[in-house]
């Protein structure tokens, strides 16, 4: 019997409250359209793009103001907006009331993971957040979402209240830094190659066929994963 070559993975270092990284899940789910004869497996690594952000929240417009100026979040928005057309998200940066610290937004993902359902889970907090304008401070927002994507309500609840992988995450988002992540969303392809930002969809079905392509040996074993 003969033996299928292990998979290419995707490792994806994102965070939930980067517009730029909803758009680069987008573009990747085009590019695997593009390369769908290849066996891919996506994984899904946290990253925070301000950890000082209290565990409240601060006040989405006073964040924004102080870190960017008025004129320039204008900018940024309606591009941000005018390419997430484009990717089919509906951004409504309007209605985000909150800056969240995404720590347990993280908690979440890596849950998820166990119950095969990080992608999906990753989908519902980028909805929630730029779509909908939910607030991802909230223990009975993060509740809801993980009951929507399958995990069981009473044990996230449990769980949330807890210190339950607080520092594991810290540690992953710390490891990512370590490899020199500096921006996100960042892809990490077959263990072996580097796409930082969220490039075309071409570009990343062409990092998946160039990794499909030279892989080492019999392709039977991948590459260990640097996170």
Known sequence: MTSSPAPISVDIVSDVVCPWCYIGKRRLEAALSQVSDLSVQVRWHPYQLDETIPLEGKDRRRYLLDKFGPDRIETIHDRIEQIGAEENIDFA???????????????????????????????????????????????????????????????VEQLLDTDSDVEKTRKQIAKARQIGVTGVPFFIIDGRFAVS??????????????????????????????L
């Not at 890596?110 to 999906?120: D, I, M, S, V």
């Not at 160039?210 to 074993?221: I, K, L, N, S």
């Open 93 to 155: 940066f309007d209605k985000i009331e909150i800056s969240p610290n995404t720590l347990d937004a993280h908690r979440l993902i890596l849950w998820a993971k166990a119950e095969g359902k990080q992608t999906e889970m990753v989908e519902r907090l980028f909805q929630a957040f730029f779509v909908n304008g939910e607030d991802l401070t909230k223990a009975e927002t993060l509740i809801s979402i993980a009951k929507e994507v399958g995990l069981e309500e009473d044990l």
């Open 197 to 226: 930002g969220a490039e075309a969809a071409e570009t990343l079905a062409a990092a998946l066929r160039h990794a499909e392509e030279t892989r080492p040996g019999d392709g039977m074993q991948a590459p260990p994963s640097p």
